[in-house]
């Protein structure tokens, strides 16, 4: 099996992945919680965030 590579767009009201499987390629895209992440982009919560991450990985099994 080849290297999983991954993507990642952190936008303000979503987040987007690329997964990349050898030669298969998929895109998902997850509705961020409220309050996460400022208009501009930043991250107010980095430890929230780190745990949106981690459950994010496992519901799509990356």
Excluded: C
């Excluded at 099996?1 to 895209?29: H, P, Q």
């Amino acid at each position: 099996m080849g290297k999983t590579r991954l993507g990642f767009d952190i936008g303000s009201s979503s987040l987007k992945i690329a997964v990349l499987r050898g030669n298969e390629a998929r895109m998902e895209e997850i509705r961020l919680p409220e309050n996460m992440v400022d208009g501009a982009g930043a991250i107010i919560l980095p430890h929230a965030f780190a745990q949106f991450l981690k459950q994010t990985k496992k519901e799509l099994s990356l």
